[in-house]
């Protein structure tokens, strides 16, 4: 699924949710409800409606061709105990568990793009480098234990720090201290999940495995609870090819 260019990305009227830190999505988010109301819709009807509102968050840039060549009817978990019981973790939450291993999508969870659009773009233009390599390809999927490093002057949330009064810039100013300057309505979305390791010292971040459901918890952010998730999963695992 392929967002439409001539549709708003964070329309108010179809309040589809987006990885981004915009004031209008977080508007969206608080104004949608989280378990839409679907006693009307057929079984196949909630699964599209899920499958829609799901992949509206999830990759919306990505073609549905490219994600079904990654989408995996398996799903990791990790059933620990907790209190002597072991509860069934709401695993279909990692229904999109592949996606979190793209260039981009880490780029955004490590909070150095306001977007996951900003994030390609960054990616794009070589501002991003995996191992310490430069790989300018959004859709690179990174292996266990891979480093990604962003260019500090090219994070949004980075600004160099002024000048002191009374002192002039000097010819090493460019190597000088940056400080963190949120962007307004950034504060709820700036969490990084357990499969991410981020140094903000040096703007990079390790990739440590892939993200797993534990009892009660997920480790993949979204804004949609397990069971859309679970509808989803079921769509594309009955029509996958």
Known sequence: MVRNSTIPVYSLRRQMLRMSWNKYNLFNTTQRARVPNDSNKTLYQQKWASKKDT??????????????????????????????????PPVF???????????????????????????RQLVGHGKVTVNGKPMPYPSHRVTDGDIIQVEPTSVSTLKKAAPKEGEEESAGASKAPMEFVPKPFSQPFLFVPDYL????????????????????????PSPFPPQMHALAYEFYARNRK
């Open 55 to 88: 992949r509206s968050y999830h990759g919306d840039q990505i073609t549905e061709r490219q994600w079904q060549s990654m989408f995996k009817t398996r799903l990791p978990t990790a059933n620990t105990k907790v209190g002597g019981v072991e509860p069934h």
């Open 197 to 220: 390791e981020v140094n903000y010292n040096t703007c990079s971040t390790c990739f440590l495995r892939s993200p797993i459901s534990r009892p009660g918890k997920t480790e993949i």
């Open 93 to 119: 939450s990692l229904t999109f568990a592949e996606m979190e291993r793209r260039l981009d999508f880490i780029v955004f969870r490590s909070n150095f793009a306001p977007s996951i659009y900003a994030a």
